[in-house]
């Protein structure tokens, strides 16, 4: 589950199914999500009527099979909602058609983001993506989702700096994008804004 994107990732595992049998698997989706992605690896996908349906006329050759795919959460990511209802149809040529259900799990997002709390010290690292003598060059940068840029005067210049972040390590791994736009962005360890 990504919280900041609000997506959620669903990894479905398959297994023991038999070799070459019509395999069904449909879940039903929340009313406030979109299918994003999936595995192109079936025949047949389909969303109506609020449950997702994936066809394999013929089921691989492996017993072993994982599917995944991604939602989007187009309101707000609810903080309790329940998810995997679904079911596993195929015909067994001994047992008949098999049906195999997944009840749903509730997922409790609060209880997993309740963190202890934390000391901040009061610096923190800042990427400099900027400088000039222009004070209003905020819209000039492109950033990266749920990032805040700053601008700071030093004399005569105005320096642009994006974060806060609570590492070295955070602001390097968050640097590679920013130096898409800028070459020469680099990391400062300032007080905290």
């Given at each position: 589950m990504d919280t900041f994107a609000q997506t959620l990732?669903?990894?479905?595992?398959?297994?023991?199914?038999p070799e070459g049998v019509s395999l069904r698997w449909q879940q039903r989706l929340l009313p406030q999500v979109k299918l994003m992605s999936y595995d192109s690896v079936s025949t047949l996908s389909?969303?109506?009527?609020?449950?997702?349906?994936?066809?394999?006329?013929?089921?691989?050759k492996a017993d072993t099979f994982v599917y995944t795919f991604t939602v989007l959460f187009t309101d707000s990511l609810p903080t309790v909602f329940s998810w995997g209802?679904?079911?596993?149809?195929?015909?067994?040529?001994?047992?008949?058609?098999?049906?195999?259900?997944?009840?749903a799990q509730n997922i409790d997002r609060?209880?997993?983001?309740?963190?202890?709390?934390?000391?901040?010290?009061?610096?923190?690292?800042?990427?400099?993506?900027?400088?000039?003598?222009?004070?209003?060059r905020k819209r000039d940068y492109r950033l990266h989702r749920g990032d805040e840029i700053y601008v700071e005067k030093s004399g005569r210049l105005y320096r642009y700096i994006v974060g806060?972040?609570?590492?070295?390590k955070q602001a390097?791994?968050?640097?590679?994008?920013?130096?898409?736009?800028?070459?020469?962005?680099?990391?400062?360890?300032?007080?905290?804004?």
């Amino acid at each position: 589950m990504d919280t900041f994107a609000q997506t959620l990732q669903t990894s479905l595992c398959f297994i023991n199914i038999p070799e070459g049998v019509s395999l069904r698997w449909q879940q039903r989706l929340l009313p406030q999500v979109k299918l994003m992605s999936y595995d192109s690896v079936s025949t047949l996908s389909d969303t109506s009527d609020g449950i997702f349906t994936v066809i394999w006329p013929h089921f691989s050759k492996a017993d072993t099979f994982v599917y995944t795919f991604t939602v989007l959460f187009t309101d707000s990511l609810p903080t309790v909602f329940s998810w995997g209802e679904g079911a596993l149809l195929y015909v067994d040529s001994v047992k008949g058609i098999r049906k195999i259900k997944t009840k749903a799990q509730n997922i409790d997002r609060q209880s997993k983001e309740e963190k202890p709390t934390k000391t901040f010290s009061k610096y923190a690292y800042y990427i400099q993506v900027g400088s000039g003598s222009n004070h209003d060059r905020k819209r000039d940068y492109r950033l990266h989702r749920g990032d805040e840029i700053y601008v700071e005067k030093s004399g005569r210049l105005y320096r642009y700096i994006v974060g806060p972040f609570e590492t070295e390590k955070q602001a390097r791994e968050r640097l590679g994008f920013y130096r898409k736009q800028v070459s020469d962005a680099f990391i400062v360890k300032d007080k905290r804004k």
